[in-house]
């Protein structure tokens, strides 16, 4: 829904009204989005109040509990991202649902309220979550809570913390070597570059864990991860936009300068270029993991916080956005900033990069406080772009919800 992407020339109208800003409360996606994550929150919530009453081991209940306290905040966070906008802890969030009551009719909380109830989870979780526990990326521990508590202090503009919390997962010692080291990606993809390309086709390492990867959602024989952007059958829905193609050197990887992210990402096929980040899986078509957290981010999110922090440490920002960029640009040589705007310039800049077609840059450039800002060769009418504080940077509360709850408010301008 942003600035990396564009109608694909075989779109036959596939998000076609996300992409165009033409969304309403009666629209499926924007229903599933709401639906989803308060299924999600009603299902945890019936489940843990039984803790108490079953027998077990005492250990894996306790871990158990934690996993869902935090997948609650998890999902509570995504609504806030999604229905509304940069944190203020006095504006309208979303309801904050801790209990069932199938007669309720929840008001919307404050974002403040919101966030205070994500914390509570967090915080909960990290006191439940097992530090013996072998790291699997596939579920939530009390590592990967690290960085999801870094992500929630990041959007609540609480820089010290999420520096903290990145501090804190990137010195841990029991996080595996290739989770914790950003992969190389420098070189030939076949060759030095291939630990980074793996991530992509789902090549999992001896102990069952993608590189880079603190959390994603595992798909054994379904989902199809990449399906909006191409098919099987090489039908392109979205093609990469030419701002996110203009954004790379002109170099093709290895050659010295080239960032294989352009090599990796962007593909051609009869013509025509396509989303080559999800095209290909190691279990064959499209049958793709979600990547929702990597060591990458990590670095970029610390990068973020030593910026904005009261006294911006642009060393140690430098070294974590200069550290990344090694791993993905070929000859890459260090940079130095001599703002901390200069560097935030460059964090958006590479955030836009790195995470392409994941879903964050819609959200990036709200928390920011910017447009989407189109070309005119990726978007063919000025309407197609939303300004700074645009209400169409808050997805509108669903049809169904207003017509049940009498007590809900809908967004601006829906």
Known sequence: MSDEARLGTDNSGQAALEYRYQIGSAEGAINSTWSGYYTAIHQINTVLPYFDKISGDANRKKEMQGQLLALRAICHLNLLQSYSGRYNPSALG?????AVDILAKPKRNTMGEVMKGIEDDFTSANTLLSTSTKFSDTTINYLNLMAFRAEAALYKEDYSSAVSYCNSLLSNTNLPANTKNIANGTGPLTGTAKPYADI????????????????????????????????????VYFAPSDKLLASFPTANAPAAGSDVRKSLFIGTVAGKRFVNKYKGSSRG????????LRISEIYLMRAEALAKQSSADLTGASADLNLLRSKRINGYTNQTFSSASDLMDAVVLERY???????????????????????????????QNLPVNDYRFLIPVPNEELLANPNMIQNPGY
């Open 94 to 98: 979303v309801p904050l649902i801790t």
């Open 200 to 235: 992509w086709t789902d090549i999992y390492n001896a102990d069952g864990n993608l590189n880079e990867m603190l959390f994603r959602i595992r798909y054994a024989t379904s989902g199809t991860m990449g399906g909006l952007f191409t098919t099987t059958t090489n039908d």
């Open 285 to 292: 078509g499209l049958v793709l993991d979600m990547k929702w």
């Open 353 to 383: 990069k790195e995470l392409c077609f994941e879903g964050d840059r819609f959200f990036d450039l709200k928390r920011y406080n910017l447009p989407v800002n189109r070309l005119g060769s990726d978007a063919n009418t000025a309407w």
